[in-house]
Structure formats: C-alpha cells, structure tokens
C-alpha cells in the first residue's frame, strides 16, 4: 500500500480532552476520530488492527465449534419486556419508537436475542449443547463516556451464548470458552490476569473476568502478593475467621453525642479504636430499605450488598428517606430499635463485636456496649461479608496480602443458568421427555476496547507499537529521499519481495522530508521498518525492529528471511 493513498491524518499536537495515552495516541496517529461524545470513527489502520483482532477470534470461537452467527441490532422492546430488563436497566438502555410508534431498542447485549430464538427453534435435548457468537455493535447510554474507546456509548463486541440440557454441558461451554480466551489474549500478547469476576445482575453463580493491567484501567484489581488468588475489588475477600469471643456483658447506655458525626469523631470521644465501633449504612434496594453494619474500619462494599439481595437496582438511601423512615440523620444511625420494615445486614466481622458503641438512631445520641442478641436480633442468615477489602489485608486464601492495580476489563464469562430461558421459554425435552430449561452461559470480548487496551500496554514516547499478530501492516519501507533513483528502486524491489512472500506492507512514497517520514513510522508503530537510504547503491538497507527499537543494517538479499524471522517470533 502506498502511503500516499493511504487516509490516515496524523496530528502535529493532541486535543486536551485526551486523558489517557491510547486515546491520545490513538488521535495524533490518525487511526480514530470522535463522531459524538462516546462514538467513534475507525480509520483505515485501526480497521485494519479490528480486522486481525477479529479474526483471531473466529478462529479460536470455531475450534470450540461456536457458531458465528449475527442478530439485529434494533429489537423490539416485547423481547426485553420478557425478561424484565426493559425497566430495570435504565438510562443506559437506548429506546426509541419507529413509524408505527412501537417500541425499540438498541441492544447493549444479546441474552434475549439468542434465548429467544434457540426457544421457538430448538425443542429437543439432542440439538443440544449449542454455542452460537456473534462480533456486532452494542450500544450503552453511558452517563460519562471518556477514555476514548475504552468507556464508549456504541463498541464492538464478541457476545457469545451456550445453551446445554445440563449442567455439565455448561461446564464444559464456559471451560471452553477460558480456553479459548486465553488462547485469543495470548496471541494478541496482551498481559492479563483471569479474575473472580462480579456476576452481578446478571443472576449468574460464576463468573470470570480478564483483565488486561494498565494505568488507565477504569477497575481495581486486589491480587494476593504470594497466591494467584486475584479479584475485581468488588469481589475481592480480605481472610477473616469468626471469633467466639467469651466476654462479660456491660449495660446498655445512651450517650448525648451533640458533634459526633463520623467514626473518627466518635473514636475520638470515645477513645476506642474504628474498629470496635460499628457504622451503619442506608440503602435503597429494589424500592426497599436495608441497614448494613460493618465495623468502622471498613467501607460497606455495595456490589456485594447488590449480589448478596439479588437486587437489580441498589443505591444509597437518601438522607430525606432515612430520616422520614427512622427519625434520625446519617451520623446517628445503628442496629440498635430499626423499624420493623428496615432489612438489617451485618458484616462478620461487626457480627464479632461486643459491648460496641453504634448511632442510637435519634440525632445526637450514641448507645455503649451494644451486644448481639440482647440488644438486636440477629441471624445467620443476615450475617455475610458485606466489605470492601483493603490493600494490605491478608487475602481470603489466608496467604499473601492484598495488593491493588488497575486493569481494563477486555473479556467476562458467565455461568447464567436459567433465568432467561425461563424468562423466553426455551426448554427441550430431556431424555426422560420431561421439559427442561435450558441452561445458559453468556461470554464478552470487548473487541474495540482491545484496540485501547493494546495500546496502553505497548505503546512507548515515541507512539504506537504493535504486535505483529494484529499489526495493520507487517513492514514499513520508508525511502529516505524520493529523489534518489536507487533509493525508489531498492524500495519498490523489497515491496515486491517482501509481498510475493505474503506480507502487508506500507511503503512511505510521500514527498516529506525524512524527519518526517521517521517521526510518523514511530508514531503509527509498525512492527518492521526498513529504511532504504544513502547505502541503497551498496545493496544495504537498515531494519527496525519497533517493539525494541533496535536497528540493524543488512543486504537487501538477507531482508525476506530475517524479517519472516523477526515477524514470526512475535505473531
Ligand atoms: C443493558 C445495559 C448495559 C449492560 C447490560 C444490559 C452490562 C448488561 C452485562 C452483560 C453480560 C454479558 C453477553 C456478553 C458478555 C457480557 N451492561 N451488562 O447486561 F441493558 Cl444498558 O452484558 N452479555
């Protein structure tokens, strides 16, 4: 391809609202341009970079024999009324009503899609297990899309679905599909760690996340310093063993706390450690008000709250709700007297205080030496971990600490079970001939974020560098004088070799000067360029490789082997 005719306008300087460095790169090399805020343009080199990234991916989704396969992109809000999501996801969800003023949506993912079909389509045990992919535009209304392409309002993506008679059968879809992950990860040569990922609202039991570490990874991941236990920080489990402690019962007593507000000040006043109090706070779940009580130390952890309730909205209460509903401000709230109608969730390791001090639930008042079950009934049942785990903390497996680093999410997988082939009635006869639901998986690939995440974890000060297994071309030939006979004849002799032997390759025929053809090959990050300059009429051109911009000069007659040698150790 010549780079004359090639639409790719590099930037001389970067616009400010670019925050992080793929987004920036990504920019000033011409491979992507906004449309709105959130949408995106992909550029002839960043198709190019989707194109090999997809097709990795077929080739890993058909050696587990996933069907590729496409649904629209518009769907009728019938469908999402089944399975109850066209209320509970909110603004995100992008509606709008066609000429006949139904109502539609843009789909932001494809459960209901799929299940739908596999439900009016598949009635027999022995059509099953069935995994079926697609790699199509979603849509999200996201509040705050920044990040260029990694926080976006429309992005590709893999969505993948199994569908099996039987639990094993799912077990076998979501073990393929790790593989199948890993393999797609490996060849593309990101870093990335599998994690325990959040099944959230998605109502499944497992779930895995990949996340690819990078500065501008919008999730933090708590990994143990010793184990390979690693988690979404909203997951994550510090180790906590309960106690049984033996203890003598101090009376109950009610203090006036006029400027007790937060923890500390109550610590202060008290000259009791943070965690030896309890704090409590409000939530909204589902239209319904839940306590959670952790000790001081802690932050409640919401998402887990959320997993723990099944909830498919949870926020916290506001101040207003709290004080009409238990007559008292966010600073002087406990376990202590709730209202009937208030669920009470407490964490273990406030379960284990004793004679602890908490709100009293009137403003300005605290109670002292406040004891499980004398003071506040309490089950096993509203006893969880309901915290948000700390750096430093030993980790659940009871080995390491906790250490945190940011990772950009680039694929999850579910283990969903039935709750949308229930919700769409897909159901086979099992061998018996009884009527079975389905049981389903769900598994992600963000396929545009990928192209960010790559550049996040590749890139160095001169711009972009790609791998060679999703490079949008193999070499760079970059003439340094377009003047120079021999050089334009060394230049178009290796375009020709280099492509007779199967490689892409971009030859720079631009009139520039040669700062500007080598400041723009860093940029844009090929991994070859072969720079044909002043010992062109010696038959020797220099090689670089960019990952390690390391330069090596060479005969012409060598330059086909070694660079199918230096490509082939990094496709
Ligand atoms: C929505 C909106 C946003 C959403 C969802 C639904 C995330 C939603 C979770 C998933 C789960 C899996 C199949 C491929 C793998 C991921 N954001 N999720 O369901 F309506 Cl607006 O998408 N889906």
Partial sequence: MKQSKLLMPTLREVPADAEVKSHQLLLKAGFIRPVSAGTFSYLPMAKRVLNKIEQIIREEMDRIDANEMLVPEILPAELWQKSGRYTTYGPNLYKFKNRQD??????????????????????????????????????????????GLLRTREFIMK???????????????????????????????????AIVGDAGAMGGSDSKEFSAPAAAGEDIIAYSDTTDYAANLEMAKDF????????????LEKIDTPNEKTIE????????????????????????????????????????????????????????????????????????KLPENVRLLVDERAADLVNFAAGANEDGKHYLNIN???????????????????????AVDGHGHLVFTKGIEIGHIFKLGTRYSKAMGAQVLDENGRQVDMIMGSYGIGVSRLLSAIVEQKADDDGLVWPASVAPFDVHIVPVNTKDDEQARVASQLEELLTKQGLEVLIDDRKERAGVKFADADLIGLPIRITVGKKASEDVVEVKVRASNTNIEMRVSEVVDSVSVLLNGDK
């Fill in 102 to 147: 139904r109502d539609f949506i843009l789909g932001p993912t494809h459960e209901e899609t799929f299940t739908q079909l596999m439900a009016d389509d598949i009635k027999s045990y022995k059509k099953l297990p069935l995994v079926v992919y697609q790699i199509q535009p979603k849509f999200r209304d996201e509040n705050r899309p920044r990040f």
């Fill in 265 to 336: 000040e109550l610590s202060q006043l008290l000259d009791v450690p943070a965690e030896k109090l309890a704090k409590t706070i409000m939530f909204m779940a589902d239209g319904e008000l839940v306590a959670v009580v952790t000790t001081g130390d802690f932050e409640v952890n919401d998402v887990k709250v959320q997993n723990f309730l099944q909830a498919d909205t949870l926020e916290l209460a506001e101040e207003g709700q709290v004080k009409a509903l238990i007559g008292a401000s966010f600073g002087s709230l406990g376990p202590v």
């Fill in 372 to 394: 499980w079950q004398r003071d506040v009934q309490l089950t096993e049942e509203n006893i969880g971990d309901f915290r948000t785990a700390r750096e430093g903390d030993v």
């Fill in 240 to 251: 906590y063993e309960r106690q049984k402690p033996t203890f003598s019962a101090e009376p």
């Fill in 159 to 193: 969505d993948a679905y199994s569908f099996s008679a039987d639990q094993a059968g799912l077990d076998t879809a979501f073990r393929n599909m790790e593989s199948a992950y890993t393999n797609v990860f490996d060849r593309i040569g990101l870093n990335y760690r």
